[in-house]
């Protein structure tokens, strides 16, 4: 992570915290609150509880997230992705949390005509974005890279929990993991009988019921153009808000390009797209994380109608052209900050 990354994360997560200590006179102030703060997925996470339960719940979610983090992570030799990227196509046992991820992933490339692809991983490797040594690969290598890229490579068995991966595939579940690590603290928070929490994820948001004086969450959506600013605020309760854009994780080269890691699995490239963020809002945290990745690929014209079928989700996106996009279920809970009240507004 870099310096500039690490100080962003830092700002996006107090402004998180401001915002849900707003309006303190009106938070019930015999619900006792209880926080953990920790460094996991390559992100800084606070989680907040309230009630005389939080404070073990909070910590069983903390386990659960860096327990999945050593199963999930890409990079780490021990994790169950890193053994069943070396396998050499061999048929693999996973965990069920690895198989739901995989059997999930599928879905939501089928409905996304292929735009959210976890088997792009050998190509995002290439460019460094889970290493951050960047390079720019050359069109050969990228070609070669791709030929390989595809979710027919992936054989799941859900039954027996085996998959095996042909033609020399490779996953990454870096675009979805940290939706279903804030959908698996959610369950384990409410198992322990807490009503009233959030989490902050680094640019995913999982809320728990709600504030604890029973009104809802305001949850900000980060200006993708400078992290101390808000594009404006939702007010949610038991939902998920995970917002993904191409300012989050980036290089630049000599000339001044910008690289970005959410990369279209058609071109190999870094995504062109004239979304400058997108926010998804919605009950699944998982399938907000892998939603936010996929119509930022697939930019405005296609995410409009991808909402307007499933319209199981809400979304905010913030176009190139000072255009906000807004499901008619989330615009009467958004609230444009100062700078963005003059965009122009789109329900869709
Ligand atoms: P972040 O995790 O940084 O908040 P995202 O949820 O949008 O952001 O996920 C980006 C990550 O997803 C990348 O770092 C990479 O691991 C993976 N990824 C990039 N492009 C795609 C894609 N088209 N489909 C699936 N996963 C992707
Ligand atoms: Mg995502």
New binding site residues.
């Given amino acids: 992570m870099t310096y500039k990354n690490i100080i962003s994360a830092i700002l996006s997560v107090s402004l998180i915290i401001i915002l849900s200590s707003c309006n303190s006179q009106s938070i019930d102030n015999t619900a006792q609150e209880s926080e953990i703060d920790l460094f996991a997925m390559d992100t800084y996470m606070s989680l907040k509880a309230y009630g005389t339960t939080g404070e073990t719940a909070l910590q069983k979610a903390s386990d659960k997230i860096k327990a999945l983090e050593t199963t999930l992570s890409v990079t780490n030799e021990e994790s169950e992705i890193f053994r069943l990227n070396s396998a050499g196509g061999k048929k693999t046992e996973i965990s069920s949390d690895t198989a739901f991820l995989i059997e999930r992933s599928l879905e939501i490339n089928k409905e996304t005509n292929g ?4 088997t ?1 991983y050998p190509v ?1 490797k290439e460019w460094g ?2 290493t951050g040594s960047y390079k720019i690969p050359s069109q050969a290598r990228i070609d070669e890279l791709l030929a390989n890229v595809g979710s027919d490579n992936i054989l799941l068995d859900t039954d027996g929990n085996y998959v095996s991966l042909k033609n020399e595939a490779n996953i ?1 579940l ?2 979805i993991a ?1 939706g279903y690590a804030g959908s698996c603290a959610e369950d384990i928070i409410k198992a322990e009988g807490v009503t009233s929490a959030i989490l902050n994820m ?3 948001v999982q809320t728990i019921g709600t504030k604890p004086d029973g009104s809802s969450w305001k949850v900000g959506i980060q200006d993708p153009s400078d992290s101390t600013q808000l594009v404006g605020t939702v007010e949610v309760a038991d939902k998920a808000v995970v917002t ?1 854009g191409g300012y ?2 980036y290089f630049e080269d000599e000339l001044g390009n910008i690289y970005w ?5 058609k071109t190999g490239y870094s995504a062109k797209t004239d979304i400058i963020s997108v926010t998804v809002i919605g009950s699944d945290g998982t399938t907000c ?1 892998a939603l ?2 996929s119509l ?2 697939m930019g405005t014209e296609k995410s409009v109608d991808y909402l307007k079928t499933y319209r199981n989700h809400d979304a905010v996106i913030v176009s190139n052209d000072n255009t906000l996009y807004i499901t008619k279920g989330i615009i009467n809970e958004f609230k444009a900050s100062n700078e963005f009240s003059g965009y122009k507004i789109i329900t869709i």
């Fill in positions: 735009a959210f692809d976890i792009l995002t974005f889970t990454d870096g675009g940290k680094g640019g995913n993904s989050e994780r890691h959410i990369l279209d699995p994380d936010s990745t930022f690929v």
